[in-house]
């Protein structure tokens, strides 16, 4: 094994790792018991299978896990039964209410100049089309400006459709610009006059599987039932638009919202010895989208911070508690993360670092911070023990943390981490229903882990409480 992950390294991580940590001072923080107990906890997590058999548990016994349904009380269930099992000294849940909504059905088809099948999907939270569907002309935007832009009734009874594309980076940080369209597209349509709305996909592939993800509606504005259509299939669209002649397009998309739902976030906690009541937070989402099996977003996170506080656990007693959060339906809005943080708002001081694993199952290959000055030592030291897993050191002191960190960035100034993980191929799975296991290299998987270990057991011994800026 330890081969193999020297091959990954050199493979994967290495040609990444330009700017290395320079020399750390780490001796007032940890003493070299607690350094060599670190390195045994890496070693060991670099060969343990049990981040790799938790994701394969999960998504091949519960499966995908849309927010309210059977999966999803399946998937609470498992998450409790495995925390417990795994030997956590504490486990429980706090329930967290949501919308809740369902997809049943969804096709289209290009009607002229010929008819052709379009492979899309529903966006979360979209209404339906009437049973029989609709039909409409479709007028082309090249970006979520441009929709802006367009005149007052420019759209009426026609099917808005923005063709932006994705940039593919190694951080994933195309995904903002794009994901602009998804969250307000269909409310910019409606308000020109269009009767529905379909997107490029917020994905970089090339396959013909279409990217869901959460859309919102705006009080007032009329509701138009909203998609995204794969990006093969918005590419012919454009160029069927760009011969001249009218493209008419019919969509049949079939939804409901439910009302209020119930789901929970399930806690799993190493209790420290020293401060107990202070802790390491390593958050992920149980929940995923209903297309896939929900593997990388986020099965890998769940798997992968579980496994990280279960290896720590099993070589030593930390001095602060490690608590695992599994945050629950997150992918329509964050609501397990908002009831979190809300329900422990008078004591986010006892959090003495936060990070979230929610951008799949790739390396690690850098790691930052944001905390003021007096814990910089702190994450000098962290970074130093980092590097053996080819994970280079951002000074920047800027990270921002998983979206199940915002409401805590929103809240207060706390210690949040960045353990950044290589994205380039990250959104030709998310949200679509190529998200699934096979997608999952249990290798990376168990190099993400070690990672988190090494993180939190250092943050939970620290000698410094660390404390955001």
């Not at 992950?5 to 050199?10: A, C, P, V």
């Not at 493979?11 to 001796?27: D, E, G, M, N, Q």
């Not at 039964?81 to 809740?100: A, C, H, I, N, R």
């Not at 367009?150 to 099917?159: D, H, Q, R």
Request: with cysteine; hydrophobic share 40%.
């Amino acid at each position: 094994m330890k081969h193999a992950f020297r091959t990954l390294i050199k493979s994967s991580i290495l040609p990444l790792v330009a700017l290395c940590t320079s020399h750390i001072t780490h001796a007032q923080e940890f003493t070299n018991a607690e350094l060599k107990m670190v390195e045994k906890v890496r070693e060991h997590a670099l060969n343990s299978n049990l981040s790799w058999q938790l994701v394969k548990s999960l998504t091949t016994e519960v499966g995908p896990r849309l927010p309210g349904t059977e999966n999803d009380k399946m998937a609470v269930a498992w998450a409790k039964q495995k925390f417990q099992k795994l030997g956590f000294d504490k486990v429980w849940l706090e329930p967290s209410k949501f919308p809740e909504w369902r997809r049943y059905h969804e096709s289209g088809f290009i009607l002229t100049p010929s008819k052709q099948p379009l492979h899309l999907t529903a966006l979360g939270n979209s209404i339906s089309t009437p049973k029989k569907g609709l039909s409409g002309e479709v007028v082309l935007f090249e970006t979520y400006d441009e929709l802006i832009a367009a005149p007052a009734g420019s759209l009426e009874g026609k099917i808005a459709f923005i063709n932006y594309r994705m940039n593919r980076a190694i951080d994933g940080n195309g995904y903002g610009p794009a994901v602009k369209a998804r969250n307000k597209g269909a409310v910019e349509a409606a308000k020109k006059g269009a009767i529905a709305y379909m997107m490029r996909s917020v994905s970089t592939s090339h396959h013909r599987f279409a990217h869901t993800g959460g859309s919102h509606y705006t009080k007032g504005v009329t509701k138009i039932p909203a998609t995204a259509v794969a990006n093969p299939d918005a590419d012919q669209l454009a160029r069927l638009i760009a011969l001249g002649k009218p493209v008419q397009v019919e969509l049949n998309i079939q939804t409901e919202d439910l009302g209020e739902g119930t789901s929970y976030n399930v806690i799993g906690e190493i209790t420290g010895s020293k401060y107990p009541q202070q802790y390491v937070l390593l958050g992920s989402h149980l929940d995923s989208w209903d297309l896939g099996t929900g593997a990388l977003d986020d099965g890998a996170g769940v798997a992968l911070t579980m496994a990280a506080a279960k290896h720590i656990a099993d070589h030593t007693r930390p001095e602060r508690s490690i608590r695992v959060v599994l945050f629950a339906a997150e992918e329509l809005g964050l609501w397990g993360a908002k009831a979190y943080f809300k329900h422990y708002e008078k004591q986010l001081s006892n959090i003495v670092a936060a990070a979230e694993s929610d951008f799949g199952a790739d390396i690690v290959y850098a790691f930052e911070s944001n905390v003021n000055a007096a814990s910089l030592p702190v994450v000098r030291a962290i970074a130093k023990q980092l590097k053996p897993l080819g994970v280079k050191y951002i000074r920047k002191n800027e990270a921002r943390g998983g979206p199940d960190l915002i409401p805590l960035r929103q809240t207060t100034s706390a210690p949040i981490f960045d353990l950044h993980q290589v994205g380039t191929d990250y959104f030709d799975y998310h949200h679509t229903a190529d998200d699934t296991l096979d997608k999952v290299d249990p290798e990376k998987l168990k190099q993400n882990t070690a990672a988190y270990a090494v993180f939190a057991l250092m943050a939970a011994n620290a000698e410094t409480k660390m404390a955001g800026k």
